[in-house]
């Protein structure tokens, strides 16, 4: 048998840009601002928990019942969990993923979010809103760096497969799936203006 080398183990990601999404952005943007004013329990969590901005992840549970665009959003990523599933090879047993968690997040210049991933889930999402020039990517880091140990750094011309840290530019539209144990984090805002996206969880129900 030749000499090979084989690619076992692929993380993947899925990416869907939402045909005609122009009107559901900005009604989007809306109720994110109108949240941003009156969601006095989400503004304690930014304020405790040093986030810049505005998010609804610590105080609202609900988004898709509270507002007809966050449950058209919901709708569209539930089709397209449901392809990327396919994609997965993934035997859900007669289920089908069911987005259980949503909320908005509403970054200034300046803001940031650092490395995380989504426990108590089986794949996560952002979908963009809003993203001035200069709004920064979400970048992912490959699950195994924490096992490599003493391998050498990747060299900066590595294939995209290959490298340890990457980037995914943002647009408005756009809806980027992954499996919720990737590790992913969103380096410095540095637009004049704020970044809108909405995050959300999955589940197979």
């Not at 144990?181 to 540095?190: C, F, I, K, T, Y």
Request: glycine letters at 8%; a neutral charge.
């Amino acid at each position: 048998m030749p000499d090979h080398i084989e690619s076992l183990f692929p993380t993947l990601i899925f990416r869907a840009t939402l045909a005609g999404s122009g009107r559901l952005n900005h009604e989007l943007e809306q109720a994110a601002f109108a949240l941003a004013e009156t969601d006095l329990a989400g503004r304690r969590w930014c304020a405790k928990h040093g986030y810049a901005g505005y998010t609804s992840y610590g105080s609202l549970a609900d988004l898709p019942d509270r507002s007809p665009p966050f449950a058209r959003l919901r709708r569209l990523i539930e089709r397209h969990a449901a392809r990327f599933a396919k994609d997965l090879h993934w035997d859900l047993r007669g289920g089908r993923p069911l987005c259980d968690s949503m909320w908005v997040n509403i970054l200034p210049e300046g803001g940031s979010h650092s490395s995380h991933l989504h426990t108590n889930a089986v794949l996560s999402g952002t979908y963009y809103v809003k993203t001035p020039e200069g709004a920064g990517p979400i970048v992912f880091e490959d699950p195994r760096h924490a096992m490599m140990m003493a391998a050498p750094p990747r060299k900066a011309s590595a294939p995209r497969p290959l490298r340890t840290y990457v980037s995914a530019e943002p647009a408005p539209g756009a809806l980027i799936l992954w499996e919720s144990w990737l590790r992913h984090e969103v380096p410095l805002n540095r637009a004049e203006g704020e970044r809108i996206s909405v995050s959300f969880n999955l589940v197979i129900g």
